[in-house]
């Protein structure tokens, strides 16, 4: 099993800037693929980014240029730096694990909200 846990969320003005952080626990080398999601209210969950062991990266086509994923292998870390941000992007951002680049992994962090201004 594998445990992951989010902070950094918070409330910022449209144009600003956050960071999320994830920490991932337990069976660790489980784990190849790690990446954010998200999900607004009346919305389906959504990819926004996902990182590979190696740090092959991939990115929702409405936060590209603005969203820089980064992973810290060593110590079980996946971060999303999240700049230039539109009310759109409000959300509940989740941290998700798992072992395979092609199919939602299996593991998911209680989600962490983000609340944009505009």
């Known amino acids: 099993q594998v445990q992951l846990v989010e902070s950094g969320g918070g409330l910022v003005q449209a144009g600003g800037s956050l960071r999320l952080s994830c920490v991932a626990s337990?069976?660790?080398?489980?784990?190849?693929?790690m990446g954010w999601y998200r999900q607004a209210p009346g919305k389906q969950r959504e990819l926004v980014a996902k990182?590979?062991?190696?740090?092959?990266?991939n990115y929702a086509d409405s936060v590209k240029g603005r969203f820089t994923i980064s992973r810290d292998n060593a110590k079980n870390t996946v971060s999303l730096e999240m700049n230039s941000l539109k009310p759109e992007d409000a959300a509940v951002y989740y941290c998700?694990?798992?072992?395979?680049?092609?199919?939602?992994?299996?593991?998911w962090g209680q989600g962490t909200q983000v609340t944009v201004s505009s």
């Open positions: 998700n694990a798992g072992r395979h680049w092609t199919l939602v992994g299996n593991y």
């Open positions: 990182i590979s062991r190696g740090g092959i990266t």
């Open positions: 337990g069976s660790t080398g489980n784990i190849d693929v």
